[in-house]
Structures are given as structure tokens and as C-alpha cells.
């Protein structure tokens, strides 16, 4: 099974500096998604960043990039020039390519609550 | 990208009566959705794989007499909460995978209050 772990529960960080948040995650599979959403006070569900763990290059959204480690099944995302807009729950998700039990399930993280301060 | 329309945003029942709660794909076909309940401060637990055509998929633990899940057609899923009770206040999101099963997209999400 697979699981994914965000060891962070809460981050605080000043307007413009920047801040990484970590993820870790644990599976035998060897294809596979892994991806950053943002859950802001509205709740919806907006996804930041994805990455395809063949592609060895990290993938990168205008502020956001992640580190992707696969042999140390690492994956943080770092976010730069922080804006107030930025504060959310952020969760880290893992989805493998193989179909399991009929369907590509997405496992998340415990999530970490990010707050940019003024 | 794709959009999932969830309805309705906000529900309050009272309690033994059921709320059904909708998943509609808008632009595109799912033969797939998922079903999530998020407690505060909580992560996403999926609760249900909703298939067309064929019987949900239930996680470990979930009641799938309590929480029925009908996927009526290619894009739209179902989710009912019968004889709901104080406890099963919380936010219930469902999402479909995309073209190429490379992301999932969300739907608004669903709070629902048991009084």
C-alpha cells in the first residue's frame, strides 16, 4: 500500500521570503504522479504542481517547484516570493499509473497549514 | 482544465432523514469519480470508488448502507447519506480522474450539518 507523509502540520513564514514544504512517501511501484494541492478557505481543491516520476527534471509553475528525490521518495515543494494568497492547506498527493482494484486513487498527505503573514 | 460541479454546497438536515449530494462532470465523460469526507483540519479520507455501470467500491470502514453511491451515467455520481446522524456532519468532496488518468479534478465540495 502506499502511503504518503507530510511532517509539517502548520508553517508561518513573512510576505516575499520563501518557504519549502516537505513530503515523503512510501511505494513499490516504480510509475507513478505525484502532485501538490492547495486547499484554501473556500475549500475547493486546486492543484499547484504535478510530476511524472520517470521525468528526472523538476517540474516548475511560475512560483512553485518541487524537489523530486525518487530514490529517497522525496518530493517538496518550494514556493518563492510568498503572497498573502499563498496561505492554505497544502497536500501532497501520490497516484500511481498502474490501475489497482479498478481505479487510479490519489493518497494524500495529513496536509500543512501554510500562513503567509503581512 | 476539466470541471466537476458538486451540489449543494451547504446542506442541513435533520437527523434520520437522507441528503443526497450530486457529482456532475461538465466537459467531459467519467467512468470513474471518487467520494472524500474531510473532518476540520483533517486530510482527505476517500471513502468510495463510484464506477458507471457497476456497484461502488468501498473503502475499509465505510457503511455502504449508510452512504449509498449511485453513477447514474457517464457524468454524474451520487452520493446519499441516509438516516444521517450528528456525527456524519462534515465536508464531503467527490472528484473524477482526467483525460489519461493524470490528475484529478475537484468538485466545490459539500458541507453538510446534522442537527
Known amino acids: 500500500a502506499q502511503t504518503v507523509t507530510q511532517s509539517q502540520p502548520e508553517m508561518s513564514v513573512q510576505e516575499a521570503e520563501t518557504v519549502t514544504l516537505s513530503c515523503t512517501y512510501d511505494?513499490?511501484?516504480?510509475?507513478?504522479?505525484l502532485f501538490w494541492y492547495k486547499q484554501p478557505p473556500s475549500r475547493q481543491m486546486i492543484l499547484v504542481i504535478r510530476q511524472e516520476a520517470y521525468k528526472q527534471q523538476n517540474a516548475t509553475e511560475n512560483r512553485f517547484s518541487v524537489n523530486f528525490q525518487k530514490a529517497a521518495k522525496s518530493f517538496s515543494l518550494k514556493i518563492s516570493d510568498s503572497q498573502l494568497g499563498d496561505t492554505a492547506m497544502y497536500f501532497c498527493a501520490f497516484m500511481p499509473t498502474r490501475i489497482i482494484q479498478g481505479a487510479q486513487k490519489l493518497v494524500f498527505g495529513q496536509g500543512t497549514r501554510l500562513t503567509i503573514n503581512p | 482544465g476539466a470541471v466537476v460541479s458538486q451540489h449543494p454546497s451547504r446542506v442541513i438536515c435533520k437527523s434520520g432523514t437522507s441528503v443526497k449530494i450530486e457529482c456532475r462532470s461538465l466537459d467531459f465523460q467519467a467512468t470513474t469519480m471518487f467520494w472524500y469526507r474531510q473532518f476540520p483540519k483533517q486530510s482527505l479520507m476517500l471513502m468510495a470508488t463510484?464506477?458507471?455501470?457497476?456497484?461502488?467500491?468501498?473503502e475499509q470502514g465505510v457503511e455502504k448502507d449508510k452512504f449509498l453511491i449511485n453513477h447514474a451515467s457517464l457524468t454524474l455520481s451520487t452520493l446519499t447519506v441516509t438516516s444521517a446522524h450528528p456525527e456524519d456532519s462534515s465536508f464531503y468532496i467527490c472528484s473524477a480522474p482526467g483525460q489519461g488518468n493524470t490528475e484529478a479534478f475537484f468538485g466545490q465540495g459539500t458541507r453538510l450539518t446534522v442537527v
Open positions: 511505494t513499490s511501484e516504480n510509475n507513478y504522479y
Open positions: 463510484s464506477n458507471e455501470g457497476s456497484k461502488a467500491t468501498y
